[in-house]
């Protein structure tokens, strides 16, 4: 890994420290779990009740009393948390729930029992709506958590078998998955076959075949078959763990916008804190309003200008947006990544396995025009006969494609440099590249270069040294990857493709996605240069991978985003994963980010209006503190509301 990558990777934990210690309030708002959300029923309960007793002092007790157990919690984190960062951090530390106890305690004093009571628990309860949209976010790791395995049947040297824990299996232990198992962990297939959901892991929603030798992931789902495998990784280094470490990273990294109001916070109410005295003075000595009024109104002022709703304002939005991606099966390490996305201005795609699907396919099968329909049916028997010989990658696409096609028994020679060899009834016949022929018509040389032109690779069928057929395969672009380019585009962002293929077989895959550049014959070391410099012309730049040669990139780009089906390296630094393996999840992800800017500055607008609002009319007398406590903590309540809207899919949150 290059400097720069390396420093961004630091710059990235860096970050997560800084904003955890930024979020100390926001990830310990458990307010005591259950208990206190019970407490807060209670004291919803008995404030209610004191609305119809008429009895004065009792009226005043269950007052207080509602104030005491709805928010014991606010009180202790307002004077706890403010005391423990004022030491830590060596300066005054003051956060929103001290303003809102000392706000609480004014009230009392001057007698306004309900309001105080009426105060801590719509502060309360916006902070338990807050934790309701921290919940949603968390829900979708929790589903994770549950798919990943515990057990495992470990076989032991004499041939029996030993349930164990997975934490406890190393890399070369030998296990057995019976049929309906759940695969305990990454490995390799040793005995057996079968067929296993892979849709835990890629989003894949039809079961993958699976033999000797192929690979298997940990958290996957076996199938009728039962198998042999062997550990190739500890339980910490799996794929499903990977995905789990970057999920796990969401509540400590926030965005920007949320990052700048915590750290805003402390000298917001610092301010609000000494213009309180300030408000007071001037009430009594300039305006004329009285002691009592004076101070009346200077509480007044400590309810309406505390920034509730303005520290409400990212945070829920975020983790709902998070929440409504996951569920979509695109999973971020953090709001700050999601927040960027917005400002996106280029976006780059490896080729292979991204934009494609990774696997070559037969496009064009065709026949010299000479060739009569019986001698195309005993060629194309021939051809899938010889092909089940072989051992060429290109092999399995024209098995594939053949594959309702009869099996004949020929003895296959496979000379390199040529291809493959075999003589059935007299004649000889050979599938090879086309440099390994010298008998070509000119109607053969034709399609060659028109499928070479759109980028596909040929080999040629041959009886007897002639060409009578030709293969043309390619790996083919997704539909998917079709759309998700066609979105990119319509949002003004620049779109490249990298490819280490050909520079033809580049520009014609692009060429059929619509995309604004191809970068090809790429070496895997050159992909973050590009982006390096693509990062040189546009604001905001993204990288969508799947392989270890992508990781470098992944880490250059402002935005890594993993493909579910890649490799463990590049889900492990990348910044989001697509568990789906579906573009058309990342342009509703940029969607969701647009949506989450929007959302964010309609509510930092609306919290700030609402604050000048409420301290404008407290000036000329038109503010009472039960109102003042009504539209400061009701507009709270809007904002986080605002936020939890981003639950919903994309096209909903347009209506």
């Not at 994770?144 to 824990?165: C, I, Q, W």
């Not at 696409?397 to 296959?412: N, Q, T």
């Amino acid at each position: 890994m290059s400097k720069h990558n390396h420093k961004k990777h630091e710059d990235h934990k860096h970050d997560d420290h800084e904003h955890d210690a930024q979020n100390h309030d926001h990830s310990g708002h458990s307010h005591g779990g259950k208990a206190a959300a019970f407490l807060f029923i209670i004291g919803l309960a008995v404030y209610l009740g004191a609305l119809f007793i008429k009895n004065e002092p009792l009226n005043i007790t269950l007052n207080l009393v509602s104030l005491v157990i709805a928010g014991y919690h606010i009180i202790l984190e307002g004077v706890m948390d403010t005391f423990k960062l004022t030491i830590k951090k060596k300066r005054f530390m003051p956060n929103i729930h001290l303003l809102m106890t000392l706000a609480a305690i004014g009230a009392i004093i001057i007698g306004e029992y309900r309001e105080a009571a009426l105060l801590v628990l719509i502060f309360a309860g916006a902070h338990f709506l807050e934790e309701y949209a921290e919940g949603k976010s968390k829900k979708e790791i929790t589903n994770l958590l549950k798919l990943n395995p515990t057990k495992a049947r470990l076989l032991k040297e004499d041939g029996s078998e030993e349930v164990v824990d997975v934490a406890g299996l190393k890399i070369g232990d030998r296990l057995r998955v019976l049929n309906g198992d759940q695969v305990p962990t990454d490995g390799v297939i040793l005995s057996g076959t079968t067929s296993i959901d892979q849709s835990a892991i890629t989003g894949e929603s039809i079961p993958v075949e699976k033999q000797v030798g192929d690979n298997v992931f940990g958290s996957t789902m076996n199938g009728s078959g039962s198998f042999m495998m062997e550990v190739t990784k500890d339980s910490s280094d799996t794929v499903f763990s990977k995905i789990l470490q970057l999920v796990s990273q969401t509540q400590t990294n926030i965005s920007k916008t949320a990052a700048f109001i915590k750290k805003i916070e402390p000298v917001y109410v610092t301010i609000i804190l000494i213009l309180a005295p300030i408000f007071y003075l001037l009430g009594k000595s300039m305006f004329g309003w009285g002691a009592e009024e004076s101070f009346y109104r200077t509480m007044v002022f400590l309810i309406g200008a505390s920034p509730c709703a303005l520290a409400a304002t990212d945070i829920p939005a975020t983790l709902s947006a998070i929440s409504n991606l996951a569920k979509r099966g695109v999973l971020f390490k953090g709001g700050s990544y999601l927040s960027n996305l917005s400002d996106l201005g280029a976006i780059a795609f490896d080729k292979t396995g991204t934009l494609t699907q990774g696997k070559p396919v037969v496009t064009d099968v065709y026949f010299d025009s000479s060739v009569t329909e019986d001698d195309k049916k005993q060629y194309l028997t021939i051809i899938a006969s010889m092909e089940k010989k072989s051992n060429h990658p290109l092999a399995d696409a024209i098995i594939k494609h053949l594959s309702d096609v009869r099996d004949l028994d020929l003895e296959v020679e496979n000379l390199v440099g040529v291809g493959l060899v075999a003589t059935y009834n007299g004649s000889e016949y050979k599938i090879g590249k086309p440099t390994s022929y010298k008998k070509v018509s000119d109607e053969v040389k034709q399609h060659t270069d028109e499928y070479e032109n759109s980028g596909k690779t040929v080999v040629y069928f041959g009886v007897n040294d002639y060409v009578v057929a030709l293969i043309a395969i390619q790996d083919v672009p997704k539909e998917s990857s079709k759309n998700a380019i066609k979105y990119f585009q319509s949002e003004n962002i620049y779109t490249v493709m990298i490819t280490g293929d050909a520079v033809k077989t580049g520009q014609a895959i692009g060429k059929s996605l619509g995309i604004d550049e191809v970068k090809a014959n790429v070496l895997p070391e050159d992909k973050s240069r590009i982006i390096t410099e693509l990062k040189g012309k546009h604001k905001v730049v993204a990288m969508v991978g799947d392989g270890i040669n992508d990781a470098p990139a992944l880490v250059a780009a402002d935005i890594g985003v993993a493909m579910g089906e890649g490799t463990d390296i590049a889900i492990d630094v990348a910044d989001a994963v697509l568990m789906k393996n579906d573009l058309n999840r990342l342009a509703y992800t940029h969607k969701i980010a647009k949506k989450l800017r929007k959302v964010v500055w309609q509510n930092i607008i609306f919290s700030m209006l609402v604050v000048l609002f409420l301290i404008s009319l407290n000036i000329i007398g038109l503010m009472n503190m039960s109102y003042a406590v009504l539209i400061h903590e009701g507009s709270t309540l809007v904002v986080i509301v605002n936020g939890l809207r981003l639950l919903r899919s994309a096209s909903k949150l347009d209506r």
